[in-house]
Nanobody, 121 residues
């Protein structure tokens, strides 16, 4: 059993900041990568940021310079710091954890349930 729980969403005014957290627990040997996605009403889910085990990060063009992804490996927890928020950032934000179940290998993905971020103008 694996659990992935996002938190930290809420309502914020344009220009404000929020910090999302993604806590992974359960039958996880080690985490390879943690990614953040978002889905706005009527739109497809899109990749916002990714952080691989080697520390390599990527960001969607729309959030570069405003969002920062990070991870605390000791806590199996990832973060998404979101600054200078815009109304178009409004969406449900999801965390996806890419992990190993055991030392034998084999990577698996697990999604959280999402956290709502609403940015008012």
């Amino acid at each position: 059993q694996v659990q992935v729980v996002e938190s930290g969403g809420g309502l914020v005014q344009a220009g404000g900041s929020l910090r999302l957290s993604c806590a992974a627990s359960g039958s996880i040997f080690s985490i390879n990568a943690m990614d953040w996605y978002r889905q706005a009403p009527g739109k497809q889910r899109e990749l916002v940021a990714t952080l691989a085990s080697a520390g390599y990060t990527t960001y969607a063009d729309s959030v570069k310079g405003r969002f920062t992804i990070s991870r605390d490996n000791a806590k199996n927890t990832g973060y998404l710091q979101m600054n200078s928020l815009k109304p178009e950032d409004t969406a449900v934000y999801y965390c996806k954890v890419n992990y190993y179940r055991d030392y034998a290998g084999g990577l698996y993905d697990y999604w959280g349930q999402g956290t709502q971020v609403t940015v008012s103008s």
